[in-house]
């Protein structure tokens, strides 16, 4: 049998990830890099400050994710979640719609340089 956590614990924990993306001093808030396979940056979207609202659900839904005007441009795979002193705190898959990625991009992995990259929501879930 697979253990389960209480909504309660859930919050707790998604809580507690999202919290140490807001800790640091040398940048004035996280990133979300979205990256090649190789962990070659594409782009990188600043976090508002707090990064992220209280769980609800064992869900926490981060707050407005500024664009990447100028984006280096690659081929999306991965991303990471960064805190203020570039630290990763947690990372996942970017795939087109549809791909199933942790991250899914509208507009398709294949990232022009100089493009703006936009991100229209974005949510940390702890496991039920």
């Known amino acids: 049998m697979a253990l389960t956590h209480a909504t309660a614990v859930r919050n707790d924990i998604a809580d507690a990830v999202v919290d140490l993306v807001d800790a640091g001093s040398t940048d004035l808030t996280g990133d979300l890099v979205i990256m090649t396979s190789g962990d ?16 609800a659900s064992g869900t926490a839904t981060a707050n407005a994710v500024a664009d990447d005007a100028s984006a280096t441009g690659g081929t999306a795979a991965l991303f990471k979640i960064q805190n203020r002193d570039n630290v990763e705190i947690f990372r996942g898959t970017v795939t087109g719609v549809g791909g199933g990625g942790d991250i899914e991009l509208t507009g398709g992995v294949v990232i022009g340089a100089g493009t703006t990259v936009s991100m229209s929501s974005f949510s940390y879930s702890a496991s039920a």
């Open 40 to 55: 070659v940056e594409v782009a990188t979207l600043a976090l508002s400050d707090p990064a992220f609202g209280a769980a």
